[in-house]
């Protein structure tokens, strides 16, 4: 009997640890910035008067940890899943104002709204929309970039931000 609970201890060495630690995508410093998403979102707050509430971390959370297109239902739902609470009101509220401090951005506006993807440490670029199937192809073009630049500088246009979004068919839907 003691050979029998020894064996069993030596089994069970109490709860694994997970092979990789989890992310951390409130505080990780990107490439190029100086300020982690959660600081650059605090402090945003702050300068509006506003407050950095459970819920607004929980949407920057989830927005961080997307990799993919998403629209405000999709967030409201992945945050229901995961056991978030917090209104639809406040996410939509939350998804302006990280446009407005650049984590986040409107990639496209579609038939059922907008739909985002977070840019903060990420390179700038554009987007295909296949008018068929929905798929969303990003690229980048640097000769589109000098031209936009060119542009500007000839019209003495300071440019704050832009993107384009082309229409049209996939090779699938042709």
């Given amino acids: 009997m003691k050979r029998r609970t020894a ?10 640890k997970p092979r990789r630690p989890e992310r951390d995508v409130l505080h990780a410093i990107a490439r190029g910035h100086r300020e982690a998403p959660e600081a650059i979102f605090r402090r945003s707050l702050e300068l509006r008067g506003l407050k950095y509430t459970a819920e607004r971390r929980e949407i920057l959370r989830t927005i961080m940890s997307a990799h993919a297109h998403f629209d405000a ?41 907008s739909t985002y993807e977070h840019v903060y440490g990420h390179e700038h670029h554009e987007h295909m929309i ?5 798929k ?12 936009q630049e060119d542009a500007c500088r000839a019209m003495k246009f300071q440019p704050v931000q832009h993107h384009l979004q082309v229409f049209g068919y996939c090779r699938a839907c042709e």
Avoid: N
């Avoid at 064996?7 to 694994?16: D, F, L, T, V």
């Avoid at 739902?77 to 407005?100: D, E, F, H, V």
């Avoid at 296949?130 to 929905?134: F, I, T, Y």
């Fill in 73 to 113: 239902d999709w967030l409201f739902l992945a945050m229901r899943k995961a056991g978030a609470k917090t209104s639809k009101a406040t996410i939509y509220r939350s998804l302006a104002l990280l446009c407005q401090v650049g984590i986040l951005r409107e990639a496209f506006h579609g038939l059922h709204g």
């Fill in 130 to 134: 296949c008018l068929k199937c929905g």
């Fill in 7 to 16: 064996a069993r201890r030596q089994r069970y060495a109490g709860p694994r």
């Fill in 136 to 147: 969303v192809i990003e690229f980048m073009s640097r000769k589109l970039e000098k031209l």
